[in-house]
Each structure stands twice: as C-alpha cells, then as structure tokens.
C-alpha cells in the first residue's frame, strides 16, 4: 500500500511537470513547448492517479485494529 501511494504521489508530480514543461509553460529545459512530453505527462499523471486509488482502496478494505 504504501509503495502504490508513494509511487503515485511521485508520478502525478512529475506528470505535472511534464505536462508544464511540454505545453510551455514551465522553460528551461530541452523538453520545454514539445507537445509529446505534455502527453507523456497526462499518461504518467493518469497511472499516478490509478495507483493512489488503489492505495486509498486497500487502505479503506483493511482497516487496522487498534489494541
């Protein structure tokens, strides 16, 4: 759970990114105003989102018992 959390927090951040840099808005970089790295973004930040609901899923499915 928690590596599905964490690899997808990682993945929509660097999704945004991507999606910034390939649509211009964020330069400085050789990846700046090319669209394919703004879809390569939404790609990533699309599979990030998958696997923080499934995170927040087996989170919810499971819930800890307190002693």
């Not at 590596?3 to 999704?15: N, T």
């Not at 400085?28 to 790295?37: E, V």
Request: proline residues 3%; aromatic residues 6%; positive net charge.
């Amino acid at each position: 759970m928690l590596v599905r959390g964490v690899g997808g927090i990682i993945l929509v951040v660097l999704g945004a990114v991507w999606i910034a840099q390939g649509t211009g808005a964020m330069n400085g970089s050789a990846m700046s105003g090319h669209g394919q790295y703004a879809v390569l973004g939404v790609a990533a930040a699309l599979i990030g989102l998958f696997l923080l609901v499934r995170a927040w899923r087996v989170r919810n499915r499971n819930p800890r018992q307190h002693p």
